[in-house]
Structures are given as structure tokens and as C-alpha cells.
Nanobody, 120 residues
Framework: QVQLVESGGGLVQPGGSLRLSCAASGFTFSNYVMSWYRQAPGKERELVARITATGRTTNYADSMKGRFTISRDNAKNTVYLQKNSLKPEDTAVYSC?????????????WGQGTQVTVSS
């Protein structure tokens, strides 16, 4: 069955760094666009970063650009989110998304999320 399992969240001080991982199984990972989203209490879920199936193109929300980096390793079926210079406002549940909406397809999978708390 399809699974997306996030890891790497936790408590970090402002200015610190974290690397989140999302391990995928049950589908052809290399065919999917992978994304990270986040949601803080009282706020809408927002896109953090996205990477194409080949890993050749990435995009970021403006507020994350320059601090966060998305990458993928198709051999390991894993997507990463490197997060630097963390701020308290980065506190949220971060979720992994896999999507394949190419012609004739409509697949969309989500992980359970991992909590990131930025606090002194």
C-alpha cells in the first residue's frame, strides 16, 4: 500500500536547522512531483516547497525562499527539506505530498505530518 512517512521534526532553537525526510513506498516514486506543506494552529495549510519528478526544477513559497531547500533521492524513494535559520513562525506540522496529475492520471497522497517547534 502507499505510504509516506515523515521524520526529522522536533524542537529547535531560533536560528537553528533541521532536515526533514519523507520516505515513500507503494508507488513509483520517480513518477511523482513531491511537495512539502505546513500548517500552524489557526492558519491555512500552505505550500513550502515543490520538486519535480526528475528533481531538476524546484519552487518555494516566498517566505521560505533562501532558507529552505527541497531535494530528492529517487534511488532511496525519499524527499528532503533542509531548513536553516529557523524562526518561531516556522513552527507547524510539516506534511509530505506526492502527486501525479499527468495526462490520464489523478494520484495524490499525503503523509501523516511531523511537528516542528522553533522556540528558545
Amino acid at each position: 500500500q502507499v505510504q509516506l512517512v515523515e521524520s526529522g521534526g522536533g524542537l529547535v532553537q531560533p536560528g537553528g536547522s533541521l532536515r526533514l525526510s519523507c520516505a515513500a513506498s507503494g508507488f513509483t516514486f520517480s513518477n511523482y512531483v513531491m511537495s512539502w506543506y505546513r500548517q500552524a494552529p489557526g492558519k491555512e495549510r500552505e505550500l513550502v516547497a515543490r520538486i519535480t519528478a526528475t528533481g531538476r526544477t524546484t519552487n518555494y513559497a516566498d517566505s521560505m525562499k533562501g532558507r529552505f531547500t527541497i531535494s530528492r533521492d529517487n534511488a532511496k524513494n525519499t524527499v528532503y527539506l533542509q531548513k536553516n535559520s529557523l524562526k518561531p513562525e516556522d513552527t507547524a506540522v510539516y506534511s509530505c505530498n506526492a502527486r501525479d496529475r499527468s495526462y490520464g492520471k489523478d494520484y495524490d497522497y499525503w503523509g501523516q505530518g511531523t511537528q516542528v517547534t522553533v522556540s528558545s
